[in-house]
């Protein structure tokens, strides 16, 4: 297993927009405006290429959103590997670069499909059940 960070507009960038429009977006109808990408910029961009795959299977991205906190977004495991670990993997990983770089808590909207994933490695929901892209979701977070 390769997790690794990769740098907007490289070639493994758009690997991992290829992943998570096919898990996040399509299924629901959406595709990624100019706009949405442009948040990426200047977020850590995290990855897992497994080994002996030759694409990028779970990917995740990290926004700082002061010198203490970062949200974890855009989470997303291929769905042909789903269930196999790399989630864990891909959480685990975005932890370790969150502590890495000073963050003390993460925070995230997690759909409420996948609330009880998180939940396994102690995020706590706060507050109330809202909708985003149209779908039902938490937030959660976890100090680290």
Do not use: W
């Not at 290429?49 to 700082?64: E, V, Y």
């Not at 196999?84 to 670069?97: D, K, N, P």
């Amino acid at each position: 297993m390769h997790p690794q960070i990769i740098k907007y507009g490289s070639p493994e960038y758009d690997e991992m927009l290829v992943l998570r429009t096919k898990i996040l977006r399509e299924p629901l109808g959406l595709t990624f405006s100019r706009e949405d990408l442009e948040k990426d910029k200047d977020d850590f961009l995290l990855a897992i290429r497994p080994s002996g795959n030759q694409r990028i299977a779970a990917c995740c991205i990290l926004t700082p959103l002061d010198n203490k906190t970062g949200k974890l977004r855009q989470m997303a495991v291929d769905d042909t590997v789903q269930k196999s670990g790399l989630g864990t993997a891909m959480l685990a990983f975005a932890e370790y670069v969150a502590a890495k770089e000073g963050f003390e808590k993460i925070t995230l909207h997690a759909r409420k499909v996948a609330a009880g994933f998180y939940k396994k490695y102690d995020y706590k929901i706060v507050g109330d059940e809202f909708t985003e892209v149209g779908i039902p979701h938490y937030e959660m977070e976890k100090e680290i």
